[in-house]
């Protein structure tokens, strides 16, 4: 496999921005937001926790069975890019019922069809990278997408806040913007990566049948799932922060115009996260990518722990930003080691299940949202819930690190540990 130049990794990685963009501006930011117009504000937590939890479900399965059926792919244009496309075209259908929904049934139409159809082009999307990428530049890989996608989060946090107007809560305007990225950035990876045809006849057809894309050897590869478990716990901690920041913002902090100060916190909390992006793909590929994770969630711990402090904006968004520093050094280390760790053959289907640790923790912190009503109810005033979150999500980080010491780094494809990922100036260092 040839090594690749920066601008094949960047048309390589370019869906990742629309992506990237479409889930950080619906997720913390215009889901809750529209959501209440349809719902009453003390049971927000909720509504929110329990419409999030159904659909990362959804996205939980799906993705792995769609990356698995593109390990298998036979076709002309090759086995990824016609289900990237395939989703990807639905996408538009249900972000249009978002964009125009007329009430709560409508709202959850279109969510819930949305995680269908974007983790169809999900799964195989991430088998792309593995199939293109040598070995000796997974870290720059890794370190490139995470960048883009950090970059991608600043840019949905600040407009999409912006952008919704706070009275009518009306997101007509942000979703335009979002459809018109997602088809520029899916059009530059489908018609700019190049595919060898896959033969055979069409559809999936993997070696020993269509049963057998979706077998797993589970003794062959228990650092995988160690792995897995180790991604889904950490990220349990952090996904319940950003599910209702926009409500902890509303009801503790009092912030005029919420959805807004939302993403500027968010926005916030990346610039660090960027910055450490930037250096953890070369420190991942220095002195291995375990070290690195061990860092990186100590760092996010105590930053969690910090934010519990904070009194007002300008101190959450400082302590957050420790928080955001430990996440950017997690998030590259991890994607990097999935990626040597994923049998090559099969890497559509074992990166697609990664999915059941983002999405899984996604849904189930989602389920905080009832616990949440019910502590702020139950001490009014005292916001026992809110607390409760950043409590909750330090314990999981900490508890992660034990995970990783089952992770046996030599079962899989390890990354060569010498290979520079500086990249020239004008684009940055991933």
């Not at 057809?205 to 057998?212: D, I, L, N, S, W």
């Not at 997690?330 to 090559?344: G, H, I, R």
Request: glycine share 10%.
């Amino acid at each position: 496999m040839k090594k690749l130049s920066l601008p094949e990794l960047l048309v390589l990685n370019a869906y990742w921005v629309g992506l990237s963009f479409m889930w950080n501006a619906i997720h913390p930011i215009l889901l809750p937001a529209v959501l209440l117009n349809y719902v009453p504000d003390a049971k927000k937590n909720t509504y929110l926790g329990l419409l999030t939890f159904v659909g990362l479900i959804i996205a939980m399965i799906v993705q792995p069975v769609s990356g698995a059926l593109s390990d298998g792919w036979r076709s002309r244009y090759g086995r990824r890019r016609p289900l990237i496309l395939f989703g990807t075209l639905f996408d538009f259908l249900f972000l249009s019922i978002l964009a125009w929904a007329g009430g709560l049934v409508w709202l959850f139409i279109g969510y819930i069809g949305l995680q269908f159809s974007s983790n169809i082009a999900h799964g195989p999307m991430q088998g792309l990278l593995p199939d293109r990428v040598p070995q000796t530049q997974l870290g720059v890989a890794s370190s490139l997408k995470t960048f883009m996608d950090m970059l991608t989060l600043i840019l949905a946090s600040l407009l999409a806040g912006r952008m919704l107007d706070s009275v009518t809560r009306d997101p007509t305007l942000i979703m335009l913007v979002v459809m018109g990225l997602m088809a520029v950035a899916a059009s530059i990876t489908i018609f700019g990566v190049r595919e060898s045809p896959s033969p055979g006849r069409r559809g999936a057809r993997g070696e020993g049948g269509f049963v057998a894309q979706f077998r797993i050897r589970f003794s062959e590869n228990s650092s995988y799932w160690w792995l897995i478990a180790e991604r889904m716990l950490f990220l349990l901690g952090i996904y319940g922060i950003q599910a209702f920041a926009q409500y902890y913002l509303q009801d503790v902090l009092r912030v005029p115009d919420p959805p807004r100060q939302t993403g500027d916190l968010l926005a916030a909390l990346t610039v660090t996260m960027v910055i450490l992006v930037l250096v953890s793909g070369w420190l991942t590929d220095k002195y291995g990518a375990k070290r690195v994770l061990s860092i990186g969630t100590f760092v996010s711990a105590g930053g969690m722990l910090l934010m519990l402090l904070a009194a007002d904006m300008r101190g959450l968004i400082i302590f957050g930003s420790v928080l955001g520093a430990g996440i950017g050094l997690f998030l590259t280390s991890n994607w990097a080691l999935a990626n040597s760790l994923a049998p090559q053959e099969e890497a559509g289907k074992f990166l697609g299940l990664t999915n059941l640790a983002t999405a899984g923790s996604a849904a189930l912190s989602r389920l905080e949202g009832p616990a949440l009503d019910w502590l702020n109810a139950a001490w009014p005033g005292a916001w026992v819930g809110y607390k409760g979150l950043f409590i909750f999500g330090t314990v999981c980080m900490l508890l992660s690190v034990f995970l990783l010491r089952k992770i046996d780094v030599k079962s899989g494809h390890v990354l060569t540990q010498k290979n520079s990922i500086i990249l020239p100036k004008d684009t940055g260092t991933v």
